[in-house]
């Protein structure tokens, strides 16, 4: 029996107005893509290809111009605690504890108390933090931050986790070892995860599947399978299946990121152009 679709996307386009200008600005076009539930899916694509631009539309932040986005059959209409996100900016509350940050969404639910702190040492305890709960964010690093905001989304049952290139702002070490931990408790939870990023290891490592975004207007370029045993005691990114699929993407992406720098130095030329002729 094939497994049901989670998070579906159909002929997603968004455009912006920009100030001053007649034509408006596309920055997503026919965006078309289905997420099963439970999968681990990483877009990955070139800087401008509209990666943050998609999951605001998913996060419920920003209004598709085209398409429909649909979460269990059901359009997505603004933000709603169905859906966790976790930015690359750790977003955390200073005033509170990492306990205390883990039980806001509780609170949001209407979780009684004592359930919330149970709850929000359950989920410190799953990524590794428990002991913790009682810190700041500012006595917590940069990695430890970033494993509070997962719990924290995680804490309240959402269908879908949302993750807008999380580990980007973390050393290479800290980050190596966070994508192990994400992948033992996507594991443990079989959570439904749509993870972005620019990174082509990471996206490797990570994704049961990858779609590739084509550079601006962003569009699903292609999406590939990624069949890799992850528990192997060898280090799988030296594995030779490991570089072939990360050549793959490479080279997909490598005509993109050459288009998006060809269309940009035409914009700039014919900036250049009607300057002189003002």
Known sequence: MSTP?????????????????????????????????????????????????????????????GGQLLLDGAPITGPGLDRGIVFQQ?????????????????EAKGVKRRERRRLADDYLDLVGLGGFGDRYPHELSGGMK??????RSLAFDPE????????????AQTRESLQDELLRIWEATRKTILFITHGIDEAVYLGQRVAVLT?????????????????????????????ELRHHIWSLLHDEVERAQTLEQAALAATDRRSSHG
């Open 160 to 171: 879908v986790l949302l993750m807008d290139e999380p580990f980007a702002a973390l050393d």
């Open 215 to 243: 550079s601006r207007p962003g569009r699903v370029k292609a999406v590939v399978d990624i069949d890799l045993d992850r528990h192997t005691a060898a280090d799988i990114r030296s594995s030779e299946p490991f570089r």
């Open 146 to 151: 970033q494993r509070v905001a997962i719990a």
């Open 90 to 106: 750790y977003a955390l509350l200073p005033w509170r504890t990492a306990r205390g940050n883990i039980e806001f969404g509780l």
């Open 5 to 65: 679709v989670k998070l579906s996307l159909s002929g997603v386009r968004k455009e912006f107005r920009v100030r001053g200008e007649r034509e408006s600005f596309t920055a997503l076009e026919d965006v078309t893509v289905d997420v099963r539930d439970g999968e681990f899916l990483v877009l990955v694509g070139p800087s401008g290809s509209g990666k943050s631009t998609l999951l605001d539309l998913l996060g419920g932040l920003e209004r598709p111009s």
